[in-house]
């Protein structure tokens, strides 16, 4: 009988998923990012709004926003073995039907990827048929609203907004956490597009053998409530992680999965895992959200997520 942790990683082989042999993955590395085949390198840096070579017109897009879990620096695992779930993601579907184009960018939050003006390019791309993903949280929460980073959202997820003046002079209102997700939202299904919501990845912290659960009461909790008031459907990213981490083990994780220095950012192979998450999260949404339909022979193995770990849309 296999154990639970062969499982897991006989699930991502059964993926086609270049990981490296099990026995190296019992041990690992002190060296930060493990060996695993990436994904071919897509044009370095893309300004968001811009599409990356090999786009074809005519094919529906699955668009994807967020932050650096999503798409880290050049996305080239430049950034210290660095990688965002959102590499790994094409790998899944059939790119003869469909474009993705991973649009997150490192270091924004779900204000400032609005207020510096990424969105507005990346909503100018989006055309009827086409599906968007948003995923922020990991930078909502730190700093001050009015600091000169800018990017700190109000806590929560009501219609509660702020006045302040920046550092540089500027003024903004700053709305809540809930309030931009609602607004993306809001902003695709306005052109004709299909938005999923997903939650912010877990953050490497252990406590007695298994991952400490995190912002059931914050960002997981109002990403959730803002995707049901908008009508977009709701993946719960972060638990459907944290599952297949607590069958991996603290042990394995940590320098393999994660980096040793970083508990927010994964390596190549923990990309992949989470990447595979995400396709257990649109195949639990199945057959209510199309986007499914576009899957590729290569998410055949993969199971769908638990219901309670998904939320459809209207």
Same mark, same amino acid.
């Given at each position: 009988?296999k154990?639970?942790?062969?499982?897991?990683?006989?699930?991502?082989?059964?993926?086609s998923? #270049?990981?490296?042999?099990?026995?190296?993955?019992?041990?690992?590395? /002190?060296?930060?990012?493990?060996?695993?085949?990436?994904? /071919?390198?897509?044009?370095?840096?893309p #300004?968001?709004?811009n599409?990356?070579?090999?786009?074809?017109d005519?094919?529906?897009?699955?668009?994807?926003?967020?932050?650096?879990? &999503?798409?880290?620096?050049?996305?080239d695992?430049?950034?210290?073995?660095?990688?965002?779930?959102?590499?790994?993601?094409?790998?899944?579907?059939?790119?003869?039907?469909?474009?993705?184009?991973?649009?997150?960018?490192?270091?924004?939050?779900?204000?400032?990827?609005?207020?510096?003006g990424?969105?507005e +390019?990346?909503? &100018?791309?989006?055309?009827?048929?086409?599906?968007?993903?948003?995923?922020?949280?990991?930078?909502?929460?730190?700093g001050?609203?009015?600091?000169?980073r800018?990017?700190?959202?109000?806590?929560g997820?009501?219609?509660?907004?702020?006045?302040?003046?920046?550092?540089?002079?500027?003024?903004?209102?700053? +709305?809540?956490?809930?309030?931009?997700i609602?607004?993306?939202?809001?902003?695709a299904?306005?052109?004709?597009?299909?938005?999923? #919501?997903?939650?912010?990845?877990?953050?490497?912290?252990?406590?007695?053998?298994?991952?400490i /659960?995190?912002?059931?009461?914050?960002?997981?909790?109002?990403?959730?409530?803002?995707?049901?008031?908008?009508?977009?459907?709701?993946?719960?990213m972060?638990?459907?992680?944290?599952d297949?981490?607590?069958?991996?083990?603290?042990?394995?994780?940590?320098?393999?999965?994660?980096r040793?220095?970083?508990?927010?950012?994964?390596?190549?192979?923990?990309?992949?895992?989470n990447?595979?998450?995400?396709?257990?999260?649109?195949?639990?949404l199945?057959?209510?959200?199309?986007?499914?339909?576009?899957?590729?022979v290569?998410a055949? /193995?993969?199971?769908?997520?638990?219901?309670?770990?998904?939320?459809?849309?209207k």
């Open positions: 009988m154990s639970p942790r062969f499982g897991i990683f006989a699930t991502l082989l059964g993926a998923l #270049v990981i490296g042999p099990l026995a190296a993955l019992a041990q690992p590395p /002190p060296a930060a990012a493990p060996a695993a085949a990436a994904r /071919p390198a897509q044009n370095p840096f #300004v968001p709004g599409k990356h070579a090999g786009f074809k005519g094919l529906p897009t699955f668009w994807i926003i967020g932050d650096s879990t &999503a798409k880290n620096g050049r996305d695992g430049s950034e210290g073995g660095r990688w965002g779930w959102g590499h790994e993601i094409d790998r899944y579907f059939d790119l003869s039907r469909m474009n993705v184009e991973n649009q997150a960018l490192g270091g924004t939050s779900s204000r400032d990827f609005i207020t510096r990424h969105w +390019h990346v909503l &100018a791309q989006i055309q009827p048929g086409d599906f968007l993903m948003i995923q922020f949280g990991a930078n909502d929460g730190g001050k609203i009015d600091d000169q800018a990017r700190k959202s109000i806590d997820n009501t219609d509660e907004a702020q006045h302040v003046k920046l550092p540089n002079g500027k003024e903004e209102d700053v +709305h809540t956490y809930g309030w931009y609602r607004k993306y939202i809001q902003d299904q306005a052109k004709g597009a299909t938005a999923i #919501v997903c939650s912010l990845i877990p953050r490497d912290d252990w406590r007695d053998g298994k991952i /659960p995190a912002q059931d009461d914050s960002y997981v909790l109002w990403a959730g409530q803002a995707a049901q008031q908008a009508g977009a459907a709701y993946i719960n972060n638990h459907i992680i944290n297949q981490l607590n069958v991996i083990g603290e042990k394995i994780t940590k320098g393999t999965l994660y040793t220095d970083d508990h927010t950012h994964t390596t190549l192979l923990g990309a992949q895992l990447a595979l998450c995400v396709i257990k999260g649109i195949k639990g199945a057959p209510g959200l199309k986007l499914a339909t576009f899957l590729s290569t055949e /193995p993969v199971d769908p997520a638990p219901a309670a770990n998904v939320v459809a849309g």
